[in-house]
């Protein structure tokens, strides 16, 4: 399969890569390599084996065998500009190890207002217990952010778009002036995946994502990647390896089987996600549409700028309601289940109160009008859409009588 090595479609890519045929042998996926113990054949062949520390060499089980070793390839080759990928056994996981891999004690973290919650914990938590400075930014102040660096910074951590209230940043400039100073760029980019939003090649340094959303895509798995270029590649792994961060290669196959159908998924969810947001747009019960998708909502100018897809997940805001008229709505839905995470083939719904997660940056956000900040975020599967929107129609009409 490696014998084409021209450059293809993102599906042709998504179906082609890591599928080497020392790893896979006369089938089609590599096979489940389990193992701790690799046996060397010789005390010299043990001896010369310690020279080498890429994917491809055993070691140890902790270094991986092919399983691991073909998704990880699989996964650099779908993003531009990547020189390795690691696998960590969460996305959390892999924003941890991607944050401590450019962090040292005494250093100033910047870290977008509108990050993941795990994300906003460790950098205020962890990393306080460690010496390292978490410094919330609004990502839509550029000049606040670039006043925020000093010569303490070291690393800025994006996410795009935003979670929960999904705005997008402009992530070229504000990579731009974290270069400018000398700060490496991380972000966390689970929403488009380097198929929808080439991070590394709008001047990010490392591009992290939950493989346990899309790439997995079956709701159950647990997995994270980080992706770096060839200036922090080494700092990665090197952390990585030391933290004995390793995923199953029972894992690493479901994640794998999930990835050659993943443009074809985020295809489906992308246009029922758009059908969805429009027809919401349109219900005198939404105050806000937050898709960048879709005209009119925050950061969509940056979205048809920056990205080639999206995927379906996007919040609305009630406007006005209660919050319990909000539990009754959610509770109504029966298509939607009530859970965390997303990127599965079966659709969710998830209220969230964004003012608890912010620091630096308003919500509601100006201009809006007090009393419409219940938001509501969906995770569209792979469900009809229509049936879907009967689902809301549904739920909507209950919480009229309510
Ligand atoms: C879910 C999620 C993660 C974390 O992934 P886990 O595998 O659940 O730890 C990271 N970033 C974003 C934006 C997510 O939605």
Redesign the pocket.
């Known amino acids: 399969m490696s014998k084409i090595d021209k450059p293809t479609g993102a599906s042709t890519a998504a179906v082609l890569a890591g599928r080497r045929e020392e790893w896979t042998g006369p089938v089609v996926n590599p096979p489940i390599w389990r193992g701790s113990t690799h046996l060397y054949e010789s005390e010299a062949d043990r001896i010369a084996a310690l020279a080498h520390n890429e994917d491809g060499h055993f070691h140890y089980g902790r270094r991986g065998a092919p399983t691991q070793w073909s998704l990880a390839e699989a996964l650099t080759k779908l993003e531009p500009g990547a020189e390795g990928t690691m696998l960590y056994p ?4 892999a ?1 941890a190890g991607a944050m401590m891999s450019v962090l040292e004690p005494g250093d100033v973290l910047l870290v977008q207002d509108n990050v ?1 919650e ?2 906003r914990s460790i950098a205020s938590g962890l990393f306080k217990r460690w010496g390292v400075e978490a410094r919330f930014f609004d990502p839509a102040d550029h000049d606040a952010y670039a006043i925020a660096f000093d010569d303490r910074t070291t690393a800025v951590m994006l ?1 795009t778009p935003g ?1 929960l209230t999904m705005e997008v940043p402009d992530v070229p400039r504000l990579a731009a002036i974290a270069k400018d100073r000398g700060a490496a760029v991380l972000i ?1 980019n ?2 488009a995946t380097g198929l929808g939003f080439p991070a590394l090649e709008h001047g990010c340094d490392i591009t992290i994502t ?4 899309h790439a997995g895509g079956h709701s159950d798995v ?3 990647a980080a992706s770096a270029g060839a200036k922090y590649y080494a700092k990665l792994r090197h952390t990585a390896q030391s933290l004995g961060q390793v995923v199953s290669p029972d894992d690493a196959a479901l994640v794998a089987r999930g990835l050659r159908t993943m443009p074809l998924r985020l295809r489906q969810s992308t246009a029922s996600a758009l059908k969805i947001a429009h027809w919401l747009k349109d219900r005198a019960e939404v105050a806000h549409v937050l898709c960048p998708m879709v005209e009119g909502s925050p950061g969509h100018e940056l979205w048809a700028r920056d990205f080639s897809g999206g995927c379906g997940l996007f919040s609305f805001v009630l406007a006005g309601h209660t919050s319990e008229q909000r539990a009754a709505f959610v509770d109504t839905l029966e298509l939607f289940g009530i859970g965390y ?2 990127g599965g083939f079966e659709s969710l719904a998830l209220p969230f109160d964004a003012a608890r997660i912010r620091s630096a940056s308003a919500w509601p956000k100006p201009g809006w009008h007090e009393e419409d900040h219940l938001g509501i975020r969906l995770a569209i599967g792979l469900e009809d859409a229509d049936d879907l929107i009967a689902d809301l129609d549904r739920a909507f009409a209950t919480i009229k009588h309510s």
């Open positions: 969460s996305g959390t996981a924003l993941y795990p994300t996410e979670s966390d689970t929403w939950a493989l346990t959303k647990m997995m994270g995470s997303w």
